[in-house]
């Protein structure tokens, strides 16, 4: 079992950064793929960033990319997402995921077993 618990989040102007953490616990994730998504009220969780688990590959999704960047610390047990030139669109509940070995299929929530319980980061215009 691999526990999650995400940190960071906050109010911040549009155009201003913030850095999540996720930190985990009950096993070490070097051998963890590891993958933030955000839920927007009224709207479906979405796959926003994530790193496998030999850090050498990361992926994004589109609206993030060059803005948002995922690093990972095996020796902390902890994943970040340093997220940079924050918009309104970018309002959300933050979620942190790892699934041991995923390779592929990294952008979708159904092949993450393990969840944190997320962190709300508002985007003020």
């Known amino acids: 079992q691999v526990q999650l618990v995400e940190s960071g989040g906050g109010l911040v102007q549009a155009g201003g950064s913030l850095r999540l953490s996720c930190a985990a616990s009950g096993r070490t994730i070097s051998s963890y793929t590891m993958g933030w998504f955000r839920q927007a009220p009224g709207k479906e969780r979405e796959f926003v960033a994530a790193i496998v688990w030999s850090g050498t590959n990361t992926d994004y999704v589109d609206s993030v990319k060059g803005r948002f960047t995922i690093s990972r610390d095996n020796a902390k047990n902890t994943i970040y997402l340093q997220m940079n030139s924050l918009r309104p669109e970018d309002t959300a509940v933050y979620y942190c995921?790892?699934?041991?070995?995923?390779?592929?299929?990294?952008?979708?929530?159904?092949?993450?077993?393990?969840w944190g319980q997320g962190t709300q980061v508002t985007v003020s215009s």
């Open positions: 995921a790892a699934q041991q070995w995923l390779v592929s299929g990294l952008d979708s929530l159904y092949n993450y077993a393990y």
